[in-house]
C-alpha cells in the first residue's frame, strides 16, 4: 500500500503545472487515489478500534446485568432474614416441646402415684362384644349416656337381653343383588325389597338346629343308598370287608357324580335348597334367608350362632361342627359308661345333679346324642374309608 502511495505521489509530481495540460481523465484518476488513500485509513483505524475493544462488555449488557444483581441481591437479603426468622421460631419449638415433655412426665408420675388410689375408669368398649348386635347397637345405646346410666342400660340387655325393639331396627331389608359373590340363600335383584321379621336368639338357634338336622340327614341317606347298591351288586362271602365295600361303592357307584356333587355343596347351598323345600315359594325362602342373615348378625356374641355363620360363609370348615358334637357324644358316652361301672358305689354326688349330668341310658338326651353320633359317623366314613369304629357305626346305623 505505501508502494502504491508513493508511486501514486511520484506520478503527481510529474504532472505539468500547466492546467491546460490536464485531462479529465487525468483527475478522475487522482481523485479516486486520493479516495483510496483515506479509504485505507479508515480501514485501519476501524481494525484498530476492533482490536482494542474486542473485550469489553457493551453498556446495555452491563446494565442488565447490574439491574440482575440487585435483584438478586434483595432476594439473597428477604431469604437470609426469613431463615433468621425460621431460626428463631424452631429454637422457639424446641423450648416449647421440652416444656411439654416435662410436663407430661410430670403428669405421668402424678398419674402412676394416684393410679391405685383412684377408681379405674371401665372400658365399656367390651360390652359389645357380650351383647346382641355387637358394636353397632351397643354404640346406639350409650350414645350420650353417663357411667351410671351406661349400667342401667348393661342391667337391661342382661336381664332383657334383645327382646325390646330397637328404634333404628328397619323394617325391610335391601337386596343385595343377584352377583354370584352373593351368598346362594341371599341372591335376589337390588329392586326388591324384604320384610324384616325380626327373629329372636331361641327361633335363629332353632331354625340352625333343624338346618343342621336336614343337612346330616340328606348326608345319611345318600350313604346309606350307595351302601344298599353296593350290597346288591356284591354277593355275600365269608371274607366281607365293610372297609373294602364301602371304597367299592364310592368308586362304582352309578351316583358317583351325585355323590361328589354332594360333598362339593356348600352349606350356603343346602340352606338355599332346604329353605326352598320346606316353604315351596321362592320369594319366601328369600325372606328367610335375610332374616336368618340379619339374626346372625345380632347374635353374634351365641357361640353356635356364630360357629353356623362362619360355616356359613366358609370363613371356618365345617368339620369343626361335626368335630365339636362327636366330641360331645363321645364325653356324654363315656359318662355313661362311667355311670353304669360304678353304679354299684355309694356316691357323694347328689341324685340331681347326677340326674343333669348322666341321665338314664334309655333317655331322650343318649338318644338324641347316639342318632347325631350315628349321622356323624357315617359323614365322617364316607369321606375316609379309614375309620376305625365301624362296628359301632354299623349298630347306630340299624
Excluded at 238 to 245: A, I, K, R, T, V
Excluded at 322 to 350: A, P
Aim: charged share 25%; with cysteine.
Amino acid at each position: 500500500m505505501t508502494m502504491q502511495s508513493l508511486f501514486n505521489d511520484h506520478y503527481l509530481s510529474q504532472i505539468d503545472d500547466d492546467l491546460t495540460t490536464i485531462t479529465d481523465f487525468d483527475l478522475l484518476k487522482l481523485q479516486l487515489i486520493r479516495q483510496r488513500k483515506k479509504l485505507f485509513s479508515f480501514v485501519e483505524l476501524l481494525i484498530k478500534t476492533e482490536l482494542s475493544y474486542e473485550n469489553i462488555v457493551q453498556r446495555i449488557d452491563y446494565e442488565n446485568l447490574f439491574d440482575k444483581q440487585n435483584q438478586l441481591t434483595r432476594e439473597h437479603n428477604l431469604l437470609t432474614n426469613e431463615y433468621q426468622h425460621l431460626g428463631q421460631t424452631c429454637l422457639y419449638l424446641i423450648n416449647k416441646t421440652h416444656d411439654l415433655i416435662d410436663e407430661r412426665n410430670k403428669y405421668y408420675n402424678e398419674w402412676q402415684r394416684n393410679k391405685s388410689l383412684l377408681t379405674p375408669r371401665p372400658d365399656w368398649d367390651k360390652v359389645s362384644n357380650v351383647i346382641d348386635g355387637g358394636k353397632e347397637r351397643w354404640k346406639i345405646l350409650s350414645y350420650g349416656k353417663s357411667s351410671e346410666q351406661l349400667v342401667d342400660a348393661l342391667i337391661q340387655e342382661i336381664m332383657h337381653g334383645n327382646q325390646s325393639e330397637s328404634k333404628n331396627e328397619i323394617e325391610y331389608f335391601d337386596a343385595l343383588g343377584d352377583d354370584i359373590s352373593i351368598l346362594s340363600f341371599l341372591r335376589m335383584p337390588t329392586s326388591n325389597r324384604i320384610f324384616n321379621r325380626r327373629m329372636r336368639q331361641h327361633m335363629t338357634e332353632i331354625l340352625i338346629q333343624e338346618i343342621w338336622t336336614d343337612k346330616i340327614k340328606e348326608s345319611r341317606d345318600k350313604l346309606f343308598e350307595n351302601l344298599t347298591y353296593t350290597h346288591q351288586l356284591h354277593s355275600p362271602e365269608p371274607s366281607y370287608s365293610p372297609f373294602l365295600s364301602i371304597q367299592q361303592t364310592i368308586s362304582t357307584s352309578p351316583d358317583n357324580n351325585n355323590n361328589s356333587k354332594l360333598h362339593n355343596k356348600t352349606l350356603a347351598d343346602h340352606v338355599a335348597d332346604y329353605f326352598e323345600e320346606r316353604f315351596r315359594s321362592h320369594a319366601m325362602a328369600i325372606e328367610m334367608g335375610y332374616n336368618l342373615h340379619d339374626a346372625c348378625q345380632r347374635y353374634r356374641n351365641s357361640e353356635r350362632i356364630n360357629l353356623f355363620w362362619g360355616i356359613l360363609t366358609g370363613q371356618i370348615e365345617e368339620m369343626v361342627y361335626h368335630h365339636q358334637m362327636r366330641s360331645i357324644s363321645q364325653l356324654l358316652q363315656y359318662l355313661i359308661k362311667m355311670k353304669t361301672l360304678y353304679s354299684f358305689q355309694q356316691e357323694s354326688i347328689s341324685s340331681k345333679a347326677r340326674e343333669a349330668i348322666v341321665s338314664e341310658p334309655n333317655s331322650p338326651l343318649p338318644v338324641k346324642v347316639n342318632y347325631r353320633l350315628s349321622l356323624f359317623s357315617m359323614k365322617q366314613y364316607q369321606e375316609s374309608a379309614g375309620i376305625h369304629n365301624f362296628g359301632f357305626y354299623r349298630i347306630n346305623l340299624c
